[in-house]
């Protein structure tokens, strides 16, 4: 069975600090690897996703994540984070199965940024 | 704005009260999905539909029945339900072969 470990669950950092979120996963097989973004209020959205190749993703908002197949590892990096990077962050591991995707979640991490 | 609209945003219901969230997508998707949020507990998929058709059903109690009358819209009915489901319900959609879920904004469901 799949599933992911995110061992913090509250972080806070400085504006303009460098960020850096631990995602940690168990899966058979190749996994497919997500980083969603929740605001207060809104549904999740999609950072980045890795399913294969450059192990270092490039995602939207400035977000990077590198998958570490030897760690089993997907964290998620920010170099200088800002104000409105406040938000709860979910990492996820899923298939592709039958046409629709068997995704599972972590727990989330809160990220709080204070000036 | 993920062009998946989900109503209402929010819901409070007695335990005796019947209800139905619903959720709507017109990005052309064929895949929709039931999530439940909870505090301090990860995603819970609840029902998946592809093409119309109810493919995962995880172990879900029976006072939540999911409707998908066709491809762009899905409905979770809701009776008799207990204060411990009070959870944010999140709707999502994909395209068959694609990894990536569009996520409504939710309904915050409190069963009082």
């Known amino acids: 069975a799949q599933s992911v470990t995110q061992p913090d669950i509250h972080i806070t950092v400085s504006e303009g600090a460098s960020l850096e979120l631990r995602c940690n996963y168990s899966?058979?097989?190749?996994?497919?690897l997500f980083w969603y973004v929740q605001s207060p209020g809104q549904g999740l959205q999609l950072l980045l996703k890795?399913?294969?190749?450059?192990?270092l993703v490039q995602g939207i908002k400035g977000f990077e994540a590198e998958f570490k197949r030897s760690q089993s590892s997907f964290n998620l990096r920010k170099p200088s984070v800002h104000w409105s990077d406040a938000a709860e962050y979910f990492c996820?591991?899923?298939?592709?199965?039958?046409?629709?995707?068997?995704?599972?979640f972590g727990i989330g991490t809160k990220l709080q940024v204070i000036p | 704005e993920t062009g998946v609209t989900q109503t209402p945003r929010h819901l409070v219901m007695g335990m005796t009260n019947k209800k139905s969230l619903k959720c709507e997508q017109h990005?052309?998707?064929?895949?929709m999905y039931w999530y439940k949020q909870s505090a301090k507990k990860p995603l819970e998929l609840m029902f998946v539909?592809?093409?119309?058709?109810?493919?995962e059903n995880n172990s879900v109690p029976s006072r939540f029945s999911p409707e998908c009358p066709n491809s762009s819209h899905l409905f979770l009915h809701l009776h008799t339900l207990q204060p411990e489901d009070s959870a944010l319900y999140l709707c999502?959609?994909?395209?068959?072969?694609?990894?990536?879920?569009?996520f409504g904004q939710g309904t915050r469901l409190t069963v009082v």
């Open positions: 999502a959609s994909s395209l068959t072969g694609s990894t990536e879920a569009f």
């Open positions: 899966y058979g097989a190749t996994p497919y």
């Open positions: 890795y399913f294969s190749g450059d192990t």
């Open positions: 996820a591991v899923g298939t592709n199965s039958g046409g629709y995707q068997k995704v599972t």
């Open positions: 990005l052309g998707h064929n895949a």
């Open positions: 539909y592809s093409l119309e058709e109810r493919v």
